[in-house]
Structure formats: C-alpha cells, structure tokens
C-alpha cells in the first residue's frame, strides 16, 4: 500500500494519499479501537496548493515547498494500526502556519493589521500566514487582505485545531491523560547551528518548551525509544516547540505536549521534494518508533465508557 502511496504523492502536488474521514481542513485516521493515550498529528505536511495561492505567488511550484514538512504524514501513518489517533493538515505550511496562533498575523503581509508588539516569529516572516519559505525567500509582491487572511484562518486553522482539542478531551476522558506528538521536519542545515566540531550531529530534535509541556520523565523515555532506533538526538536546540506545544502542553492537567523534529536527509531529496533513496529504511525505523511510542500510553488503564 505505501508503495502506491507514494506513487500517487510523487505525481502532482494536489494528491493527499489518505483516505479515511476528511475534509477542507485535514485529514483524521483513527483507529477501529483507540489503546493507546497518544495522539499524533502532523500540521506542516499538507501538500494540497490552492491554484489561486500558486498563481499569486512569485515562487515556482518547487521553492514554494522548501518550508513543507514533506511526507511526514506518511513516515508516521502506522499510527492508527498502533491504535493512535493520527491527524494530518491539508493546507501547507507556506499558505497558512497551524504551528502559530491564529492572531499572529504579520503587517508586512496582511493590509489593515497595524503594528503589533515583538513577536521574533512575525519578525522573521513567519507568522500564521507566513511572508516567507525556507532562506527567507518572500511568497508575494505585496501584501494579501485582511478578509483572505481571515478567511484561510476559518477554514483551516479554526477546524484543524478544533478536532485537535476535542480529540485530546476525548483522550483524556478516556485513558486520564493525554499525550500529543506533534511531528515535524527539519532543514538538513537548520542543524549547522546545533552540530558540535568532532560530535554526532542531531538527527531527531525533541521539543518541550525546556519542560514546561510534557513531564520530563515522558519526554526521557520517548528520546530512549529514538536512541535505541540507533538516532542522534538533542532537546530544544535548535526547535524547542511553538504555539502547539505552548498551547497543547499542560502537564498538570495530565495532558502533554511533545514536538518532533527529524532531519529531512534521512528520508527527502530536499532539492526536489522527493521521497529519497533512504525513504523506505527511514520510514522501517520510524514504523517501529511510532509503535513503541503508542506503547507508552498503553500504561494507562481505560476509563469506564463515556
């Protein structure tokens, strides 16, 4: 089956290899029988491109992509065959952000948004409708209106998230507690910053806002499971987690938080967007790390039926 999923992503930008329940918005995989208190999601793999966002922009249809969390959906979509939840965006990162809050909106790029405090995630272009992909490269001539902005942010952010918090209540409800992994890629060379002369340098970056999303003692036991698929792992450097983590983690209401970040090279040919060589062994490993994770939340007993 992966193997036609990829031939179908491969082929055109606006395929989106999934088919259980969906719709504008994303797309949720749930298992027959939800075992497991951990949630997976994926907001930055959404590859379906509005022909009018294509058209406005200056970017061709390659660069545009460099900010996609590329495939991640399916490097993770054993999720519900562990018993997991899996929820997957539809809208790209480089049209709208749900890694952001829904009122970081940029002046620089959004008419009728006056000047807003410091805010380094607007600075950069990188707001909830970002100005710019990878290396800063900027996505219009000029700004977009208020009532688009506004519009993307109600048909896509408001319903993504919305299914987001209610499948954490659910989860909650129903094991005590939830767990959400929030899996992301990174830019082989986000990492030249991070990788220490003569030291292995970070493959897997885990994010928990330096503690304040998820108890420490999780956090340690998910880095154990990557460390033992024989990765190199670092903690909040250079990704310690944005507005998911932030606004998802409240480990005293026993529902937690957790951002994965993976290096691109180990799967994507990031030049083309493209599934590399490494591909399916990335995905093996991956496979069982989503599985060992899902295990994780199996240590909760089920609470009596709702």
């Not at 959004?110 to 800063?136: C, Q, T, W």
Request: net charge neutral; with cysteine; aromatic share 8%.
């Amino acid at each position: 089956m992966v193997q036609g999923l990829l031939k179908r992503v491969e082929i055109g930008l606006y395929l989106f290899a999934m088919t259980p329940t969906h719709n504008d918005a994303y797309t949720l995989s749930f298992p027959d029988v939800q075992t497991t208190s951990v949630v997976f999601a994926s907001p930055h793999s959404g590859r379906h491109y509005p022909r009018a966002f294509l058209r406005r922009s200056v970017l061709d249809e390659l660069t545009i992509r460099s900010s996609e969390d590329a495939f991640i959906d399916l490097i993770v979509g054993n999720a519900p065959d562990c018993g997991a939840p899996l929820l997957v965006a539809k809208a790209p990162r480089a049209f709208l952000d749900l890694n952001r809050a829904s009122d970081e909106l940029d002046p620089s790029v959004v008419e009728g948004i006056g000047k807003v405090a410091h805010n380094p995630r607007i600075a950069s272009g990188l707001g909830v409708v970002p100005r710019v992909v990878s290396n800063g490269r900027a996505i219009y001539r000029g700004k977009i209106s208020k009532a688009e902005a506004t519009a993307r942010i109600e048909r896509y952010w408001l319903p993504y998230h919305t299914c987001l918090q209610k499948l954490l209540d659910h989860t909650r409800r129903q094991f005590n507690e939830a767990i959400l992994i929030d899996c992301h890629s990174m830019p082989h060379e986000a990492l030249d910053a991070v990788a220490k002369p003569g030291a292995p340098r970070p493959e897997v970056v885990l994010g928990d806002r330096f503690g304040s999303s998820a108890e420490t003692d999780l956090v340690d036991r998910i880095e154990t499971i990557f460390l033992d698929a024989g990765l190199t792992v670092s903690r909040n450097a250079p990704f310690a987690g944005a507005y998911i983590t932030q606004h998802y983690g409240r480990p005293s209401r026993r529902q937690h938080a957790i951002q994965i970040e993976v290096d691109r090279a180990l799967y994507l040919n990031e030049t083309y967007v493209r599934p590399n060589d490494n591909f399916r062994n990335f995905q093996a490993v991956m496979t069982r790390v989503v599985q060992e994770i899902s295990d994780i939340g199996r240590a909760s007993v089920p609470l009596a039926a709702e």
